[in-house]
C-alpha cells in the first residue's frame, strides 16, 4: 500500500498541462490565465505529498454488552503523524443487528499535532456473539491529491447477551431438595426464618439460647428455625426452530428469541434466590450447563444462550431422555413454542418419572398473522396453519390433564399462579392405596 494520486489531481494535472500548452501553441494568453493556477494546485499537491503510512488501532470500551446497550468504536493513529496528511476517513461497514451513531457509520477527523481519534457509536439490538468487521481507513493529503488506504487491525467480536428485563416470581419452589437456598423448608434445622421457641435438647447451638425465655422459665429454651433450602432448576430451551420475526430488543420478537431472554430472566432470579440452576439446549447435542450456583455460574448460563441457533439438530425423544437425565424431584421449566411431537413427549417422560414441569409457551400472539402475510401460496398456508393450531391446542389439552400447567410469557410474574398451585399440590398429604 503506498500513497496514490487521487482523482482531482489527475484531473488537475491533465487540465494543467492542456491549457499550458494550448497557450503555447495556440498563442492564447487566457488559456495561460485559467491553466497556471491549476497547474500550481497540482505541484503543491505534489509537492506535500505524505510518505509515512499511518498505523490505525481499534478498540472497544466494551466487548460485551446487554441487548440495547450501546459502546463506542475507537480507531486511533497514534504517535506522530505525517505533517502533510490533511484528513483520516473512517467507514465501518454495518453489520445486522448493530445501530450506529452516526447512521452511515463513517466519520472524518482533521490531522492536528498529536494521535488522531475517531469514535462511531454502536448499539446492540439482538443477543448473540457477532463481529464487527474492519472499518475501511483512509488518509489524504493537502488539497487531496494523494490518499492511502490503510488496513486496521482484526474484527471486533462483541458479545450480546440476553439478559434484559428483570423477572420475578413468588418465593415458592416445589420440593426443595438442598441446604443452601433460600427457600423456607417444611422442616426445622440452620436457617433464618423463626418457627418457635422450644426447651433445649442435647446438641442445639448455644448461640440459639433465647435468655428471656429461659430467665422466664427457668429453663433453657432455645429459638428454632425452618431450614433453608434449596432446588434443582431445570431450564430447557428448545431451539429446534424458529417461529415469527425478530425485529430485535426494539421490535416484534420470535419464539427463539422470547425464550433465550426468558430463560436468562429466569436463571437470574433463582440463582439470585441460591437454588441451582442447569441449563438444557434440546438444539445440541453438546451445549447445556450442568447445574450450578453463583454468579458465574450465571455467566456460563448466558454464554451459552448467546449461542442458540435455529439450526441446530434435531434430537428425537430417545436422545433427549438419554442425554439428559433429570432427577425426579427439579424443577423442569420447559421454553418452547410447543409444536414439535419430540418435545410433547419429552415432556410427558419428565411428568412420568416425577418431575415438576411448567411448559412456557415461546409462540408469538401474532404468528398468525405473521404467517398469512409472509407465505408465498396465501390460499394454502393459512388453513393449514389453523388445524396445526387446533392440534397444538388439543397436545396442550393433554398435557393440561397430566398437571402440566401452560402459560405464555410475559415477563416478571408469569410463574406466580402456577408456582403457588405446584407448591400447594407438593405440599399436599399423598394418599397411599
Sequence with gaps: MRW???????????????????????????AAVFGLPIAFLAVWGRYFRPHARPDVHTELDADVLFEGQGTTYRLRVPGEVDPDIDLVVAALPRTLWFQYDPPQAAIAEPVADGEVTLEVGVRSKRWGLRSLERPTVTATSAVGAYRIQVTSAEPQAVTTLPLREGFEAVDAVPRPAGLV?????????????????????????????????????????????????????????????????????????????????AAAAVAEHYLRNGDRVRLIDTGSLFRGVRSGSGRGHLRRILDTLVHADRRGRQQDEEQLARRNRVRSDSLVLVLSPLLRQTMLGYIVTLVHSGCTVIAIDTLPPDVASIIDVDTHDARCWPLAWRLRLLERRRDLDRLSDLGVPTVPWQGSGTLDEVLRDAARLSAAPRIRS
Design 181 to 261: 437456598g433460600l427457600h423456607r423448608s417444611r422442616r426445622p434445622g440452620e436457617g433464618t426464618e423463626l418457627s418457635g421457641v422450644r426447651p433445649f435438647r442435647t446438641g442445639d447451638r448455644l448461640r440459639r439460647i433465647n435468655w428471656a425465655v429461659s430467665a422466664r422459665t427457668q429453663e433453657l429454651h432455645v429459638t428454632s428455625t425452618w431450614s433453608d433450602r434449596d432446588t434443582e432448576v431445570v431450564i430447557m430451551v428448545d431451539t429446534g426452530g424458529e417461529i415469527g420475526i425478530s425485529e430485535g430488543i426494539d421490535g416484534r420478537s420470535s419464539s427463539l428469541d422470547t425464550a433465550v431472554r
Design 4 to 30: 496514490r494520486p487521487t482523482h482531482a489531481q489527475i484531473r488537475a494535472v491533465c487540465v494543467a498541462a492542456v491549457l499550458l500548452g494550448a497557450a503555447v501553441l495556440l498563442r492564447r494568453p487566457d
